[in-house]
């Protein structure tokens, strides 16, 4: 429809933009309680980056204490490495979206802004999908939503 309008309301700032996105994760899983047919394997990939957010953050964590304990002594390369390992994917998919949006832009204030914008997209909805899915599926609560006093001011 050619004549249509859609009007779609920008968030000001990334905090609207994660209670946002975080909502739209618990939307997901209202919509696969009613319609189950509706869930499909791409809406897992927000869930599965911020699970494998929190593992690598983890990893990452634990070879940094692990390396400033003294009694580890030789494994102190070891948790060293570990530390690196961990962080490189996460280093790796920022500086990818750092130059591509560098690049389409021509502007790396607008690469830093996409790296923070594009975890926040994941994370938030990946966070609110977990949420929900652990209330309404495993706990059999009802449905529900976060913001909803004020999402929408």
């Known amino acids: 429809f050619p004549e249509a309008w859609v009007w779609h309301k920008r968030r000001t700032d990334f905090r609207k933009f994660w209670r946002q996105v975080y909502n739209s ?26 699970v494998g957010c929190g593992f690598l953050t983890f990893l990452f964590v634990l070879g940094i204490i692990l390396f400033f304990i003294p009694a580890v002594g030789r494994m102190r390369i070891a948790s060293l490495s570990l530390s690196i390992l961990a962080i490189q994917p996460l280093v790796l998919y920022s500086f990818l979206i750092f130059i591509d949006a560098t690049v389409k832009n021509n502007n790396p204030k607008i690469g830093l802004l996409s790296i923070v914008s594009a975890f926040i997209q994941l994370t938030g909805y990946g966070c609110g999908f977990i949420e929900a899915w652990w209330k309404r599926c495993v706990k059999g609560k009802d449905e529900f939503s976060a913001y909803e006093k004020n999402f929408y001011k």
């Open 25 to 50: 994760g618990i939307a997901r899983i209202n919509l696969y309680k009613k319609y189950p047919e509706s869930l499909k394997f791409v809406h897992l990939f927000p869930m599965l980056f911020t």
